[in-house]
């Protein structure tokens, strides 16, 4: 009885969000064991994805919150935060982890927070172009690696932008501001994430609360304009393996137990579900965009005033501590701390250390503050 109540609630929600903004499907699913609601909105987005420019295409936005967050009323702006990927992993399966107590969004959903995820064009499930679907676009090798006979590339270029990017985030910003009734929603952003969410806040402090990022990619010195060949020439789109995956991962590991064999599987195991095409290429594969990306530097980070918490792994090894320390220096606010998380690499928020990066988050969007500091450096895993 519990649970056809649960259902019908989360139906109700799902047609809630159809009328709030007109999405194609809202597909709306039962409450979790936690009690908390997952409900699965699909927004209506005019793309810039120069293969498909002009098209309308849809963007997965996942959403977990409690019953009670949700039908209190409208929540205030800074319990209200949407989750960014980086350059390889869907939003649903970097930051929602069906393992043990891995799911930052369920941490956070479970404090009274209603939030959501992301996928950009290519991504998990939202609109994949058919580019994606051509074995010949991957590189060689990669080809190769599913056992194909090279094949030359009907497209010649990367498939995404960084605008077409910021044209995705702005329209799910834009859907979750009015679902929820809010003016500024909080973002969350991992990786390439950071690019995305940052740079995307960096002209849109009007819509942006608060920002958290882990391992934020940064180049303070790259270019602020698009390259004269945008996208710029190569292969559309890659592919990661499950020995791929779990290799880049290995060498970032520093210290005993760093990880869970078990919580790797997870991740994967998910990786897999979100692509059902990957999922058949030779023993499985995730797929991804390859993305040409610009304007996030110096200049742009100059003009983020929103507090602002950034956190990186010791032994990160895909974007390096120092970078990140950087992009602290240059940041225009005066409400900014750097988390140093000990034991920990890019992967931080699926390994041993999770819940001191899930903890850190969850003061710095209740407080503006972790360990009381609204400004400097915390060692925190250590």
């Known amino acids: 009885m519990l649970a056809a109540k649960t259902t019908a609630l989360a139906a109700t929600l799902g047609l809630v969000a159809l009328l709030a903004v007109s999405v194609p499907s809202a597909l709306a699913q039962a409450g979790d ?35 009670a967050t949700i039908l209190r009323g409208a929540p205030r702006a800074a319990r209200v935060a949407v989750f960014v990927h980086g350059a390889g992993t869907p939003a649903e399966v970097a930051f929602d982890v069906p393992y043990s107590d891995y799911s930052w969004m369920a941490y956070l959903a479970n404090a009274g927070f209603d939030v959501f995820s992301m996928d950009m064009t290519g991504y998990g499930r939202s609109t994949r172009p058919g580019a994606m679907n051509e074995v010949c676009n991957l590189p060689a090798e990669q080809q190769a690696a599913l056992g194909r006979e090279a094949c030359k590339a009907p497209l010649g270029e990367q498939l995404t932008t960084i605008a077409s990017d910021w044209n995705d985030l702005d329209a799910v910003v834009d859907y979750v501001r009015t679902l929820r009734g809010v ?36 180049n303070r010195t790259g270019s602020s304009t698009p390259p004269a060949k945008t996208p710029a020439e190569g292969a559309p789109f890659n592919t990661q393996s499950q020995a791929e995956f779990a290799a880049n991962w290995d060498r970032q590991v520093g210290c005993a137990d760093q990880y869970e064999p078990a919580a790797s599987d ?14 058949t290429w030779g023993t499985g ?39 990140v320390r950087e992009l602290y220096a240059d940041l225009g606010s005066t409400q900014k701390v750097f988390v140093d998380l000990g034991c920990s690499s890019h992967n931080a928020m699926w390994e041993k250390n999770h819940l001191a990066l899930f903890r850190a988050s969850l003061e710095w969007l209740s407080l503006g503050a972790v360990n009381g500091l609204q400004q400097g450096t915390v060692a925190l895993g250590y």
């Open 183 to 218: 003016a500024r929603v909080s973002l969350i952003g991992w990786s390439l994430g950071g690019t995305r969410s940052m740079g995307y806040a960096s002209t849109h402090l009007d819509k942006v609360q608060k920002l958290i990022e882990v391992a934020p990619a940064y």
């Open 33 to 67: 064991a936690d009690g908390l609601l997952t409900i699965d909105h699909y927004v209506p987005v005019r793309s810039t994805v120069p293969s498909i420019s002009g098209q309308t295409t849809e963007i997965y936005v996942r959403e977990r919150a409690r019953a």
């Open 285 to 323: 594969v995730r797929r991804a965009p390859n993305t040409t990306s610009w304007g996030w530097n110096q200049a742009a980070a100059a003009r983020i005033t929103v507090p602002t918490l950034l956190m990186s792994g010791v032994h990160d090894k895909q974007v390096l501590p120092e970078r």
């Open 266 to 279: 997870a991740v994967w195991s998910e990786m897999l579900a979100s692509d059902p095409v990957g999922a």
